[in-house]
């Protein structure tokens, strides 16, 4: 089992800043690409980022590409969700996931745990 939580969300104006972090505990972290996963109100939840086990291959959805930067700690078992130029439209509820699927990316079904969610509101 792997616990999940995450933490670091608020509200912030547009065009701001926040940085999300996801601890988890139980088995080994590194052996476990990570996801972060969004839900807006009315929305499906929908995919926002994926890094490697080894802190290695990063993928984005074309949404948040060179605004938003995943990044690990392996030796804090914390993965980052680095967000810049937030915009409303990034409101959601962010979550983390991990696989140990080496190939899975953005398939939701494919993540096995998952943590409680954090709320991100983002201003105009």
């Known amino acids: 089992q792997v616990q999940l939580a995450e933490s670091g969300g608020g509200l912030v104006q547009a065009g701001g800043s926040l940085r999300l972090s996801c601890a988890a505990s139980?088995?080994?972290?590194?052996?476990?690409?990570m996801g972060w996963f969004r839900q807006a109100p009315g929305k499906e939840r929908e995919f926002v980022g994926r890094?490697?086990?080894?802190?290695?291959?990063?993928y984005y959805a074309e949404s948040v590409k060179g605004r938003f930067t995943i990044s690990r700690d392996n030796a804090k078992n914390t993965v980052y969700l680095q967000m810049n130029s937030l915009k409303p439209e990034d409101t959601a509820v962010y979550y983390c996931?991990?696989?140990?699927?080496?190939?899975?990316?953005?398939?939701?079904?494919?993540?096995?745990?998952w943590g409680q969610g954090t709320q991100v509101s983002v201003a105009s």
């Open positions: 890094i490697g086990g080894r802190g290695g291959r990063t």
């Open positions: 996931a991990a696989t140990n699927a080496i190939a899975v990316v953005a398939t939701q079904g494919e993540y096995d745990y």
């Open positions: 139980g088995r080994t972290f590194s052996n476990y690409a």
